[in-house]
């Protein structure tokens, strides 16, 4: 698996854009580029994926650049629900179904 | 659908006393995976199942059994407990055929071990 680094904490205010950052500088060309979030004491939640080109779903966007060795998971309008530990994952699509999460980025949205 | 269900939701163990958490899912999905989270920390893969009958390790399988029956139900029982095995349990479900990793997790069990 190819190793991710994101930012410890971030705050954002209710309502601006979140801008996550995650950094995969060994990234092979099969592996994708997956996000999670984690509420309190919740299970993980799936948001999005990619593999080459930027990605919208319901929840967010996620933008990976050109040599796909980072990449940012952006929440248009950040609201108090969005607080969360949210999890950038890279892993091979053939590699069976064995995510491996790091620290993550601790995400407080404040009023 | 219910998706992933887990019981029980809070657990008190004694050391060395034996127990099994409880894991199912109505989505028919395939792959069924267990994950425990330390305070503080980020989920770690204990035990997976690509399917009924089939199961492997993951990275911290140590003092953990599972086994694959039906494609409902994925239990993880705990052998002998431990202190060390205190923390909170999560079960989680995918469908093969779709990208793997679009993972639905469940709510939880919280484990502490005296």
């Known amino acids: 698996d190819a190793k991710t680094t994101q930012p410890p904490s971030m705050d954002c205010a209710e309502g601006r854009a979140a801008n996550l950052p995650c950094n995969h500088s060994?990234?092979?060309?099969?592996?994708?580029v997956y996000w999670y979030r984690q509420i309190h004491s919740q299970g993980p939640q799936y948001i999005i994926h990619?593999?080459?080109n930027n990605e919208t779903n319901e929840m967010a966007s996620l933008i990976i650049t050109e040599d796909r060795k980072s990449s940012t998971l952006i929440l248009p309008h950040a609201t108090l629900r969005d607080t969360a530990v949210y999890y950038c994952i890279v892993r091979a699509k053939a590699a069976g179904n064995k995510l491996t999460f790091g620290g993550g980025t601790r995400v407080l949205v404040k009023p | 659908n219910a998706g992933v269900t887990q019981t029980p939701k809070f657990q008190v163990l004694k050391t060395g006393q034996s127990m099994t958490l409880q894991c199912a899912q109505d989505m028919n999905h395939e792959y069924m995976s267990w994950y425990r989270q330390d305070p503080g920390m980020g989920l770690r893969l204990i035990h997976y199942?690509?399917?009924?009958?089939?199961?492997d390790q993951g990275e911290v399988p140590n003092g953990y059994n599972v086994s694959r029956s039906t494609t409902e139900d994925f239990p993880l029982r705990l052998l002998s407990a431990a202190p060390s095995q205190t923390s909170v349990y999560f079960c989680?479900?995918?469908?093969?055929?779709?990208?793997?990793?679009?993972?639905?997790f469940g709510p939880g069990t919280r484990l502490t071990v005296t």
């Open positions: 199942s690509v399917g009924a009958g089939i199961t």
């Open positions: 989680a479900s995918n469908a093969r055929d779709r990208t793997p990793y679009e993972q639905y």
């Open positions: 060994t990234i092979s060309g099969n592996e994708y």
């Open positions: 990619g593999l080459k």
